[in-house]
């Protein structure tokens, strides 16, 4: 164990961080309706734009996974810093759709960065129940940073601000964590299963690994995909697209907050069978409702999606022990690189029901309602998809068990 480094601070850093991530998520969110205006971009072009945020991610996580006991935490959060400032301030200086491509790659970058160094950072520092706690109040700085981040975006633009002013906020949650982080000494990384990269990625020819690497992009991409979209899609319901993003994670920040007694009571098979079904009727009441109505369908999907991401890392850290860190580490790539794919076909989704709808001869407001809802309508698929895979994996788990029993 590593005594002589000052655990608090690295650990608040670390949280200073994930802020940065949320921020960057929420008010890219927050922000899209005014790029589209001001560079002349369609739906799909956005959709290109947000994919770079979840391309970048699943780069670097995975990249810092495999090198983080080589380098360290130290040298991964040094480029987590920089990949942020230049993602930031290129896409303030952005001068049309390259650009903000360009720009949206960087800050994906550095977020990736900050989850391959600060999760395993976090593991080399505490033990046990201690680690669980801490890893725990670590993730729920993303739920809580999008609160936070979604709230002043919409004040911000309510109140006349521009994009630019908006993004100049997210320096500074940066300089806050690299202010922090400087000048510490950085735990030394654990050495143990360096040498069975072989073996992880042997485990991860499993049956249960293949089926979870399948349902980690469905999972991610409830998750994410009416989530980014919701100021486009909702901001002609009569209700707020980003006080939705708020009450979303909200919830979720709540409900990750006492995960280990909803986990312990359902299991992790009926805590991903629930989310999918709550997830399908919130996502599917998204579609069909509007004004204050929209807030009950946030509460659905946001009960439905909030155990998804943690609950599918932790089981493969449970179900298939060996895949060992990089396991974990593909994983979230993988949920990360199926929301990038699929952000451009939402963005298609959207142009091609304005389409049908002026063929119809809405407009204005009611034209985008229509497209907007239609869109969301088409995303309830994949909930739904994950609702018959997690009944295949609940009966599939329970046999298992009881044949693990019987030898």
């Known amino acids: ?41 369609s739906a799909e072009q956005l959709g290109f734009i947000n994919s770079m945020w979840f391309l970048g991610f699943p780069i670097s996580m995975i990249l810092g996974g495999l090198l983080y006991h080589s380098i360290g935490p130290k040298v ?62 670590f993730h729920m700085w993303f739920p809580g940073g999008i609160v936070l981040g979604s709230l002043i975006s919409k004040f911000m633009t309510d109140g006349g601000f521009s994009w630019q002013a908006q993004m100049w906020v ?44 399948f349902a980690m992009a469905l999972t991610a991409i409830t998750e994410f995909g009416p989530q980014q979209w919701a100021n486009i899609v ?26 280990g007694p909803v986990v312990k009571a359902l299991g992790q098979t009926g805590v991903l069978l629930g989310g999918a079904i709550f997830a399908s009727i919130g996502v599917y009441l998204f579609s069909v409702v509007q004004g204050e109505m929209a807030y009950l369908a946030a509460i659905f999907f946001a009960i439905g999606v909030c155990y998804f991401w943690p609950v599918m890392v932790g089981a493969v850290a449970q179900r298939v022990p060996l ?29 091609t029901s304005r389409l049908e709808q002026e063929a119809a001869g809405l407009t204005g407001d009611a034209l985008e309602l229509a497209a907007g809802q239609a869109t969301l309508l088409k995303m309830v698929s994949f ?19 009881v044949a693990a029993a019987a030898h």
Not at 122 to 136: H, T
Not at 181 to 190: E, S
Not at 241 to 259: H, S
Not at 383 to 401: D, E, G, M, S, T
Request: with cysteine.
């Open 234 to 259: 909702l901001s002609s319901t009569g209700a707020s697209g980003m006080l939705i993003l708020a009450l979303t994670t909200g919830v979720m920040a709540v409900g990750r907050f006492f995960a």
């Open 1 to 41: 164990m590593n005594e002589n480094i000052n655990r608090s601070a690295l650990f608040n850093a670390s949280c200073f961080a994930l802020i940065t991530t949320a921020f960057t998520f929420a008010i890219r969110a927050g922000i899209l309706p005014q790029l589209g205006e001001q560079f002349g971009l």
């Open 76 to 137: 991964i959060m040094q480029v987590a810093f920089v990949a942020h400032t230049l993602g930031i301030v290129l896409t303030i200086y952005a001068g049309g759709y390259t650009g903000l491509l360009i720009s949206t790659l960087f800050i994906g970058f550095g977020n990736g960065c900050t989850e391959a160094a600060c999760n395993p950072m976090i593991a080399d520092m505490y033990s046990g129940d201690k680690l669980n706690k801490m890893l725990n109040r």
């Open 323 to 351: 895949s060992g860190a990089l396991g974990m580490s593909i994983i979230g790539g993988v949920g990360m690189f199926s929301t990038a794919i699929f952000q451009p076909i939402i963005g298609r989704w959207i142009d």
């Open 170 to 213: 997210l320096m500074i949650p940066t300089v806050i964590y690299a202010g922090i982080f400087f000048g510490k000494a950085f735990p030394k990384p654990t050495v143990e299963g360096v040498t069975s990269v072989a073996s992880n990625i042997k485990a991860m020819f499993s049956p249960v690994f293949i089926f979870l690497f």
């Open 383 to 401: 909930p739904a998809i994950l609702i018959v895979l997690f009944i295949i994996f609940f009966i599939w788990q329970k046999n298992a068990k």
